[in-house]
């Protein structure tokens, strides 16, 4: 077995292995939870035979044990069970509302890595004190601002003022561009200020770095350009850091777009799942964090990946 | 001796059913107003609404509402969220309108041939949106359904499950209550006595818990759990909808609908937050409307701990003296609301107004009486609005020298915490319950037997004047109602605070829509058969 796939394999182990946790970690959550399923969708006053009959209805009295390799049984071949609250495979009802999560996500990195990486670069090349002052300001200022903050900023401008945006009302991207971009663009805001924060302050760190390396300082000594030198050695050797607060904000985003689906009413995974945790419905819970959780751990590898393509040395140390 | 006490399409009051208990009552309909609740088209309200120039028949409303339809059984799925949806694609035999009073729903006519004896009359002409024309037999199946002990429905805690339901005719159904109720007439109108398809039901053609069928304005064509509805015109409807189709989106966050409502993606909604109002303020072509609702909410110790302060009477009796049940409607709750006592104070004259009134003096002497020198607990509650009540009570009673502690829960901890651990691990909590469209129908909440709450405290006499103002006759019903109420309050157990308003919004420039002035069943689009587009300007 070569080298590069002994390195495949043990991510792929290490993979399973954090997978298979945080299933016994979420199903063992939520059955800690307070409030059964029966007690949260009943009525307060509901006659004790009635919630019986509930529970017995989706077997949620049988033991423990038996319910999780019941499940995880099936979650291994793709079966992540039945809504108790829709009577639908979960898959589905996650497929159904994945796009609107990825959509947000994409947007959202989209955002931080416009905004992030100009204002970084800036940030970490210009030799104005004033500029870069205000920089670090603006940095500082986006780091801090909880998402939560902003997402109500956001809807409180759009309830008061005439602006072109809406709260809901979420249509397909390629069924009407015009009115996803209205529903889509402030919840993606919300979610990409802190990422604005995160590239920002990677990309100002590595450029800065970058540019008191000796190959940097000769290019200058050649009478290299400023955007030459941008262009041919700052943006290429300051992307891996970049890339890899990157792909961890983009995979938190998976999970992070709730704050934004929740506020701006966009029916995606994030919401789905909040709703699924109030009402105990524990198969949509459990799958979906799984789902997500999945997507993190393939994000990673997809990076480890990447990392080879964009700096070969990492990939010769990998390999060998 | 066969008496109409509810003659075809007649309205009738609260009053009248009552009366209509009593064998040998006179008549209360009278022929004048036997055309004024008929189907949709001949009613005053729909005429005029239709004669409207600038509303459009056909096109889509849409429902910004606030919570999803997570139980869609009527059987069981007595939740309020469930409830709306019930009542706009199902129909109960009897429909109350804007002022609580009882008006024909399916059932066309009903009558009392005795104290325990009812006939009702159905409907002519009534299909299901399946096309299928509605039978005496559905009705039967349905209420057999509803009544049956092992179903442990939500309507068997209102009607007894002894109840007979026998088929006369093609039209007419007989109930037979094993004893007088002066609750029946108010429970056959609940959202949970809606009657059901028991055609499809027995052949097993529909699951309940997935399916909605019934003859309801509108009828289901498509789902997606937790985002939205779309339900479209019936068209085999007795009250035929101008609007082609409700669209139900599901938006929880208040915010959010305030602005879908502004930027039109949503035609009307509604908020249990009492400021709403206020918030609403600033939103152009809106309208807003504050809805009487005989709900409530309720202040509730936890008097069965051993250790509990709350197990000497005198120290519950002084924490409902201590409440300024004024001060919570005009603090909390934005002015909205009734201060109530256990009968709803949206019921009017017939509500008795609390027995233990605000008097700090002699709350303080209680506390002295029972040695209570140095009192704290603290109060637990499940969100914003009941957040609010908890800070107005606090200060209430630290104007007695009791130090109360605030406790915000998440609500599935919180209805673990207070009605499903035996025993309850709370000292006190602010609550809200459902007071329906019968003034005696709420006292269910202190009858031990049918809402068997672990905090409750068990008192015999108190059981007794409840089980007597729900079988009362029209001529004590009202002191019998307030015996009851008045028993229940210097229980001070549960104790009955401010009435629970909804506040109803929507845009006059899109939609013409009538809300009621009153609501019992948790159903703010009653008159959803009228609300039409608006014809662009």
Redesign the interface.
């Known amino acids: 077995m070569g080298q590069f796939a002994r390195f495949g394999l043990g991510r792929l182990t290490v993979a399973l292995v954090t997978l298979a946790v945080i299933a016994v970690a979420v199903f063992w959550a939520m059955r800690m ?4 399923y029966a ?12 919630r019986a ?2 529970i017995d209805q989706y077997g949620l009295d049988d033991p423990l044990p038996g319910q999780f390799l019941s499940w995880a049984g099936n979650a291994v071949t793709g079966d992540l069970g039945t ?1 108790l ?4 495979p979960v898959l589905s ?1 996650l497929g ?2 994945a796009l609107v999560t990825v959509e947000l996500a994409f947007l959202g990195g989209l955002l931080a890595l416009l905004v992030g990486v100009p204002l970084g670069l800036i940030g970490g090349i210009s030799r104005s004190r004033r500029t870069t002052g205000l920089i670090r300001v603006g940095n500082s200022v986006l780091l801090s601002l909880p998402d939560i903050l902003v997402g ?1 900023l956001l ?2 401008v ?3 003022y005439e602006v072109p945006f ?4 979420w249509e397909p991207l390629f069924d009407d561009p015009v009115a996803n971009l209205q529903a889509a663009l402030p919840a993606a805001l919300t979610i990409a200020v802190l990422g604005m924060g995160f590239v920002m302050t990677t990309t100002r760190g590595a450029v800065a770095q970058i540019a008191a390396e000796p190959y940097v300082q000769a290019a200058r000594a050649r009478g290299a350009t400023r955007g030459e030198i941008v262009r041919r050695h700052v943006l290429r050797n300051s992307s891996v850091p970049v890339l890899t607060v990157f792909a961890v904000y983009l995979a938190y985003l998976l999970g992070g777009t709730v704050i934004a689906e ?4 966009l ?1 995606g995974i994030g ?2 799942v909040i ?2 945790t ?3 419905d524990y198969p949509v819970v459990q799958g979906a964090v799984l789902v997500a959780a999945a997507a993190f751990v393939l994000i990673s590898m997809v990076v480890d990946l990447l990392y080879g393509v964009l700096d070969p040395r990492i990939g010769a140390r990998s390999a060998s | 001796m066969l008496q109409d006490l509810f003659d075809t399409p007649a309205r009738v009051s609260r009053r009248s059913v009552l009366r209509g208990m009593l064998v040998g009552s006179a008549a209360i309909s009278g022929s004048g107003v036997l055309a004024a609740c008929g189907k949709r088209e001949e009613s005053g309200t729909t005429a005029s609404t239709v004669a409207d120039a600038a509303i459009q028949r056909g096109g889509t409303i849409t429902w910004g509402k606030q919570a999803e339809a997570t139980l869609l059984d009527p059987t069981t799925g007595g939740v309020g969220s469930s409830m709306e949806l019930f009542q706009i694609v199902y129909d109960p035999l009897i429909a109350v309108d804007g002022e609580l009073e009882l008006i024909p729903g399916l059932a066309q006519r009903w009558e009392s041939t005795s104290e325990t004896e009812y006939l009702f009359t159905l409907r002519d002409g009534v299909r299901f949106s399946n096309g299928r024309p509605l039978t005496a037999d559905d009705v039967v199946g349905t209420f057999e359904r509803y009544l049956d002990p092992r179903m442990a429905s939500s309507l068997a805690s209102f009607i007894s499950t002894e109840t007979r339901v026998a088929k006369v005719d093609a039209r007419t159904v007989r109930f037979t209550l094993p004893a007088p109720s002066s609750t029946f007439l108010s429970a056959v109108a609940s959202a949970f006595a809606v009657i059901l398809p028991m055609r499809e039901v027995a052949a097993g053609s529909i699951d309940l818990s997935k399916q909605l069928l019934g003859t309801g304005p509108f009828m289901v064509k498509s789902h997606k759990a937790g985002s939205g509805w779309v339900l479209v015109r019936n068209p085999h409807a007795w009250q035929e909808p101008i609007a082609d189709e409700l669209a139900i989106r599901i938006m929880p966050d208040d915010n959010a609908r305030i602005a879908a409502l502004r930027d039109g993606s949503i035609d009307l909604t509604y908020f249990d937050v009492p400021d709403a109002e206020r918030l609403l303020a600033d939103v152009p072509d809106t309208e807003v409307k504050v809805q009487d609702r005989t709900d409530f909410y309720a202040l509730v110790l936890n008097a069965t701990g051993r250790s509990s302060p709350f197990t000497d009477q005198r120290v519950r009796q002084a924490i409902s003296y201590a409440i300024d049940r004024e001060q919570i409607r005009e603090i909390a709750l934005a002015g909205t609301g009734l201060p109530t006592g256990a009968v709803s104070a949206a019921f009017g004259d017939v509500a008795p107004a609390p027995t233990l009134a605000h008097d700090p003096e002699k709350a303080r002497a209680l506390l002295a009486e029972a040695g209570e020198s140095d009192l704290s607990f603290e109060i637990v509650y499940p969100g914003e609005a009941f957040g609010r009540i908890a800070q107005v009570l606090q200060q209430n009673l630290s104007a007695i020298g009791v130090t109360v502690e605030l406790g915000s829960l998440e609500e599935g901890v919180w209805v673990d915490r207070v009605y499903t651990q035996r025993p309850p691990k709370f000292d006190a909590t602010v609550s809200w319950y459902a007071a329906y469209v019968g003034p005696a129908q709420a006292l269910n909440l202190w009858n031990v037997d049918i809402s068997p709450f672990a905090f409750q405290v068990r008192d015999a006499r108190t059981q007794s004047l409840i089980e007597r103002a729900q079988q009362a006759p029209e001529s004590e019903a009202e002191e019998a109602l307030r015996a009851a109420s008045e028993a229940i309050d210097v229980q001070a157990s549960t104790i009955p605070l401010v009435t629970k308003n909804a506040t109803i919004a929507w845009r006059t420039d899109l939609i013409k829509v009538e809300v009621d002035d009153k609501d019992g069943n948790i159903h703010p689009l009653r008159h959803s058969p009228e609300y039409a587009l608006l014809k662009a300007a």
């Open positions: 939870v307070p409030g059964s007690d949260v969708m009943l009525p307060a006053n509901a006659r004790a035979e009635a009959a509930l809504s609250t829709s009577g639908e009802e159904s509302r109500a809807v409180w759009i309830s008061t809406t709260v809901g009302g929740v506020l701006f009413s029916d919401r789905y709703d699924a109030g009402h105990r």
